[in-house]
């Protein structure tokens, strides 16, 4: 275990919680600041249907969901953690406000992780006397099942707060990649967005329908994708020759498809087309009915590959 035994989890609403479930599942101890008045009943709640997963992941060696505690300020959740993880909506002057407010309060070497989808380490440092202990450790939805984090520093950050927050991610079953460049989206979800951005455009152009498109990738590329990245998989796409050989072979088809692809926007129409495309291919279910499925899903098949991986 690394040397962080107690965390502070600031904003507890879909991501807030979920890393509230890892957390305690790891055996550290959380406490949670969100000043929504239903906040502990719905963490403790998240934490309850989460935590079976995470049981059959091996997550919870040694855990207990019992080492959970609610403060009634971010000053006061902060003060003896080791690691705090900052989910409060993503609206900077509440960014700012939150860390104007735990900043005098961090027990010295305390690293002040963001969750940030949108928001750059810069303006997120604008919010602080000494940013040094502010990393942005971007999750993929929902964290406590999905591995990834993107973490990206600057010369601002203290020059430790990298390694040490590789540690302690990758020893909860993390998976971290570092950013090197800033871009709005981080990398992941930039890459759902260019393949989300022709799944689009082939609906709109009535290619296949919303159903068939979304089949199309869960049960072919998805599926490779669970496995390895493009570029390795296309590296066995041509034998021995490896991706040299793969980019000689289809460079040009490719270069071809790449100038082929859509530019949609999601105006009102579009928006409509999809709505009806999902809801015609979910028919009575509700999204939490689904989100079941999607979680039991991703449980099964990482329990199924976690040997695979070590
Ligand atoms: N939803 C996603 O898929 C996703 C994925 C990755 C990262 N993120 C990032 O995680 C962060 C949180 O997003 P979310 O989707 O969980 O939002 P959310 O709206 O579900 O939750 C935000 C929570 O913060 C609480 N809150 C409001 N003001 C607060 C304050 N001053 N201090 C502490 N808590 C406060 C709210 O009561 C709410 O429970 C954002 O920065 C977002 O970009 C979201």
């Known amino acids: 275990m690394s040397e962080i035994k107690k965390t502070a989890v600031l904003g507890a609403g879909v991501i807030g919680a979920s890393w509230a479930a890892l957390f305690l599942a790891s055996g550290r101890s959380v406490t949670v600041f969100d000043p929504n008045e239903n906040a502990e009943t719905v963490v403790r709640s998240y934490v309850e249907q989460a935590w079976p997963a995470l049981e059959e992941l091996a997550l919870t060696d040694h855990a207990t969901p019992d080492a ?44 002040v992780s ?17 940013p040094t202990p502010l990393i942005l450790g971007h999750p993929f939805n929902p964290p406590h099942l999905i591995p990834l984090v993107e973490l990206t520093v600057n010369e601002a950050t203290g020059s430790d707060v990298l390694n040490r927050t590789e540690a302690f991610y990758e020893g909860i079953g993390k998976v971290t990649i570092r950013i090197k460049k800033g871009m709005p989206g981080h990398v992941a979800n930039r890459l759902q967005a260019a393949v989300w951005r022709e799944a689009v ?47 000689d072979h289809f460079k040009d088809t490719f270069n071809g498809w790449w ?26 279910q509700s999204t939490q009915e689904i989100a079941a499925q999607r979680d039991e899903m991703l449980t099964a098949i990482q329990k199924a590959t976690k040997h695979l991986r070590t």
């Not at 300020?73 to 993880?85: H, I, L, N």
């Not at 810069?122 to 000494?130: I, N, S, T, V």
């Not at 296309?234 to 050989?245: I, R, T, V």
């Open 68 to 111: 959970l505690a609610f403060a009634a300020t971010a000053a006061e959740a902060v003060r003896d953690a080791q690691f705090v993880q900052e989910n409060v909506p993503e609206r900077l002057p509440i960014k700012h406000a939150t860390y104007a407010e735990i900043e005098s309060a961090l027990a010295a070497g305390a690293i």
């Open 114 to 130: 963001s969750s940030t989808s949108g928001l750059t380490l810069e303006a997120l440092q604008e919010g602080w006397r000494d």
């Open 201 to 247: 455009h082939m609906a709109v152009e009535g290619v296949a329908s919303v159903e068939d498109i979304d089949k199309a990738m869960w049960a072919g590329p998805g599926l490779r994708w669970a496995a390895m990245g493009p570029t390795t998989l296309f590296h066995l796409g041509a034998g021995a020759g490896g991706l040299q050989a793969f980019c």
């Open 259 to 284: 100038d082929d692809l859509g530019d949609p926007r999601l105006d009102d129409d579009v928006i409509k087309k999809l709505v009806d495309g999902v809801n015609s291919q979910t028919q009575e």
